[in-house]
Nanobody
Framework: QVQLVESGGGLVQAGGSLRLSCAAS????????MAWFRQAPGKEREFVARIRWTTGSTYYADSVKGRFTISRDKAKNTVDLQMYSLKPEDTAVYYC???????????????WGQGTQVTVSA
């Protein structure tokens, strides 16, 4: 059974930084894509960034490009999201996800963590 457990959320002032981590277990992730999504109150869950487990190739939503960096550590089975220059509009619950397809769409990710809250104050 796949388990994705997020950590590292919290409250930060605008312009600050946070690092989220996702501990992944339960299956080999070779060939999978690991991603971060976020969901703000009253809004749909949206794609933030993804990384291909095998090659480390990455892709970002335009809204976070240049500010966020996704990475993975094969030895530790973790996927991190380093967030810089945070803005109030980055406030959301952030979710780690895993799926076998190259995609930015929620339905294409099979496995999800429970989420971690990120709050950016103005």
């Amino acid at each position: 059974q796949v388990q994705l457990v997020e950590s590292g959320g919290g409250l930060v002032q605008a312009g600050g930084s946070l690092r989220l981590s996702c501990a992944a277990s339960g299956r080999p992730f070779n060939g999978y894509y690991m991603a971060w999504f976020r969901q703000a109150p009253g809004k749909e869950r949206e794609f933030v960034a993804r990384i291909r487990w095998t090659t480390g190739s990455t892709y970002y939503a335009d809204s976070v490009k240049g500010r966020f960096t996704i990475s993975r550590d094969k030895a530790k089975n973790t996927v991190d999201l380093q967030m810089y220059s945070l803005k109030p509009e980055d406030t959301a619950v952030y979710y780690c996800a895993a799926g076998p397809r190259l995609s930015t769409l929620v339905p294409n990710y099979n496995d999800w963590g429970q989420g971690t809250q990120v709050t950016v104050s103005a």
